[in-house]
């Protein structure tokens, strides 16, 4: 299995990179598909849904934040339209699942996107004393942001409200469209705020994508 690279270079664009050459795209013909070969993950994600009722499950769900230099780099790498339908199906088989069962919908919480938590500044890759709040690395948030996210899923108010309230929406099949739009006019702002962390991520991804293949994503 291939390394992370090591958390120290979060900053120089090696988790860009690595992201999107070794998970989203990898090789040989650099396509990300949701069904491949006869196995379809929207269909194991219904019947994980299906499962819960039956168990009588309290299921809650929610999206991991990564940061916003990543989902620029998922933007450079032209997976972000594939990431928005991800989105809206979730959303459609929830409420095909609660329509069919006669209950309340799964909820489904959304802390990916651009919010003050996702778009923390990140120091020069040539700083090894200034700490991020929110994250690690990327792709990997610390546990103060998981509290965050726990506190919000499960309706908790602390003492001291500390959650952002642009940080975790309820998706749901009236403003699963609007959360979208708003997270793509929040990433332009973002790349505008941070032009050269976008310029970094571009270049990253673009020398990564320059070979690929247009999608093609069919049982073969």
């Known amino acids: 299995m291939p390394q992370l690279p090591d958390r ?8 860009e990179r690595y992201y999107a050459s ?12 949701f069904s491949r070969n006869g196995y379809d993950t929207f269909d194991t994600f219904r019947q994980m849904i299906r499962f819960a009722r039956r ?23 032209g997976l972000l339209p594939l990431y928005q339908d991800w989105k809206r199906r979730l959303v459609q088989i929830l409420a095909e699942e609660s329509r069919e069962s006669g209950r309340h919908s799964v909820p489904l919480w ?14 020069p890759s040539n700083d090894r004393k200034t700490k991020v709040r929110w994250f690690w690395e990327p792709a990997h948030y610390k ?21 952002p309230d642009d940080f975790g929406v309820l998706l749901t099949p009236a403003n699963v469209d609007q959360v979208l ?8 702002e973002y790349s505008r705020r941070e032009p050269d962390d976008a310029a970094l991520v571009k270049s990253v991804i673009s020398a990564v994508t320059k070979d690929a293949k247009p999608f093609a994503c069919r049982d073969s």
């Open 110 to 123: 959304d802390f990916s996107g651009f919010n003050r938590v996702t778009t923390e500044p990140v120091p």
């Open 55 to 77: 168990a009588n499950i309290d299921l809650r769900l929610f999206l991991d934040p990564i940061h916003g230099r990543l989902m620029l780099a998922l933007e450079d790498a």
């Open 22 to 33: 070794v998970v989203w795209l990898p090789p040989p013909d650099r396509t990300y598909c």
């Open 143 to 163: 546990k103060e942001t998981g509290n965050l996210i726990l506190d919000r899923v499960l309706n908790y108010t602390p003492a001291v409200d500390l959650i």
């Open 181 to 188: 739009e708003g997270n793509i006019k929040n990433g332009a």
């Open 8 to 15: 120290r270079s979060c900053c120089d664009g090696a988790q």
